[in-house]
């Protein structure tokens, strides 16, 4: 049977883990994961994003969803559109860089930017996702 203890061992092991893969002494609170989304017309434009993204490190990963179907008002009326959904995966140090260079390459004039903190990660993609970024704090 399982313990209290047994559960504040485990998290123990996962928050030195996390803080070896870092090389700091951190809290898990500090490398939570953010997940935020956008979306584009062509799929070469979300292709071309995603690798980008991904290549500079300002993403641990872009997944690419569509065409998926946009209903909303824009500039008065009723649109309907047809959009690729970006869903990028990185970590809150990450955050101001990846916004910056997005809405700065970003082909729509008022890009969707959405950012939620993730309620819970695993481990080892948390642990993933800390070796591949490079604008972790000092």
């Keep these: 049977m399982k313990t209290r203890n047994d559960a504040v061992r485990r998290h123990t ?5 996390i803080s070896r893969l870092a090389g700091l002494r951190i ?6 994961m953010l997940i935020a989304w956008t979306t584009v017309a062509a799929r070469e434009e979300a292709e071309q994003l ?26 008065g009326r009723a649109e309907r559109t047809e959009e690729f959904r970006l869903s990028f ?3 809150p140090a990450q955050q101001a860089a ?9 082909p729509y004039e008022t890009p969707e ?9 695993g481990e080892k993609y948390l642990s993933w996702a800390l070796a591949n970024a490079t604008s972790l704090p000092l």
Excluded: M, Y
């Design 113 to 121: 930017w959405l950012v939620v903190r993730a309620e819970g990660v």
């Design 27 to 32: 809290t898990r609170t500090r490398w939570d």
């Design 98 to 106: 990846l916004e910056a260079w997005l809405l700065s390459h970003h």
């Design 50 to 75: 995603a690798r980008t993204a991904v290549e500079r490190r300002l993403a641990a990963c872009v997944q690419i969803d569509g065409p998926i179907v946009s209903h909303c008002i824009w500039q």
């Design 13 to 17: 092991r996962q928050g030195n883990l």
């Design 89 to 91: 995966k990185f970590l």
